[in-house]
DNA sequence: GTCTATAGATCGATAGAC
DNA sequence: GTCTATCGATCTATAGAC
């Protein structure tokens, strides 16, 4: 076996640690927020020791803004490809809110807004960075697209992106407080069709060209 | 001095002890949280002594479900008069969006709305209660009136309590999130004003018969 | 790197004197 | 009721042996 490979094992068992705790951390941040969350915790579920956690992360509030930022990254990742601007605009929007609204209604998503929340007095950068992660990214790329609509004289909207804003949160705003209390029932697919369809119908004529 | 005033009198200054401790664990609990408070902070802020506290109360769990059924008392309350039925469709729901959101914005409630979210994992029924005091009676009534508008032909709307939701969140939704997040610039009144403005010209012109 | 042990500090809750 | 003192538990962070 050469250095190369031996090497190259060494960093990939790295890796796999670090992995590991940023898993176990990951779970009991979003379960128990980030006074609530123990350091034992995470150790005794991914394995290792105290020192690689303090080795790798600094301490607890480094171990918390990576496995935020990480959280982040996978968020609205699927949103990456529903736009398709050549379909009607009925359907764009139905694409594209039905695909925001199931990954941020997910689980993940929203433990993450609601340590997000809890934590933003403590750390003010972490709740604009899943801010913008979260709705806003969606909000500005759906605002581009409908500022292309209005360009094409198919909306009369005078604002894109408040239309964009105020349109997202017809979908996902009540069934998004909903999830974060947890009170039942949780949104299933069949109620977030439902909704997208309702405001739909009420976003296209109140802003769509006849 | 009879029997009865000095009773009053005492009756009052366990009265005037138990507000003290009440407002001072209202604000260190929404600052901080409930694993983030700490009873420390609150007595050194409201005088008195623990002994006083976990007679009151029991311990910080009851402290904790106390405060905050006062705080959702008090947050919609200047809701009440909101609703005149005999005022045009769109005065009615201009006023009622705006006084919902210059309630539900005010920092108090969202501060509230935080904290109840993040310990909705705890305290299941807390969750549920702060949901019911807050969006879900706003929502109620502006149901109530939207079926009305309905009954009067005023409103082609499939489901009033439906469309109430969608209508406040129009409104709320991304306002809220941003002062959930502490994300700069905190809405002004003129700015929930405006996007009152907007979200009653969607709503109605895809919601109103002409 | 991993483990154990422990320092150092904080906090919830109780007991007892006044 | 109020105060002081304190117990017992918990948690972060560090130190040292292997």
Request: glycine residues 8%; positive net charge; aromatic residues 8%.
């Amino acid at each position: 076996m050469s250095k190369q490979a031996a090497l190259g094992v060494r960093v990939s068992r790295l890796e796999a640690r670090r992995e590991a705790i940023l898993a176990a951390a990951t779970a009991a941040f979003l379960e128990h927020g980030f006074a609530g969350a123990t350091l034992d915790d995470v150790i005794a579920s991914a394995g290792g020791s105290r020192a690689t956690v303090y080795a790798q992360f600094g301490n607890k509030e480094g171990l918390f803004a990576a496995i935020i930022a990480g959280v982040c990254d996978r968020m609205l990742a699927p949103l990456d490809a529903a736009i398709d601007a050549g379909r009607p605009l009925a359907d764009v929007l139905r694409a594209f809110a039905l695909r925001y609204a199931t990954a941020f209604l997910e689980p993940g998503s929203v433990a993450l807004f609601r340590v997000a929340a809890a934590e933003s007095g403590r750390f003010p950068e972490l709740g604009r960075r899943v801010f913008a992660a979260g709705p806003e990214v969606a909000a500005a790329r759906l605002g581009d697209y409908l500022a292309g609509a209005k360009r094409r004289r198919e909306l009369k909207v005078r604002h894109p992106a408040i239309a964009a804003r105020i349109f997202l949160e017809m979908i996902t705003g009540d069934l998004h407080k909903r999830a974060l209390f947890g009170v039942p029932p949780a949104p299933s697919p069949a109620e977030i069709e439902e909704v997208v369809e309702a405001a739909v119908a009420i976003f296209l004529s109140g802003c769509a060209r006849p």
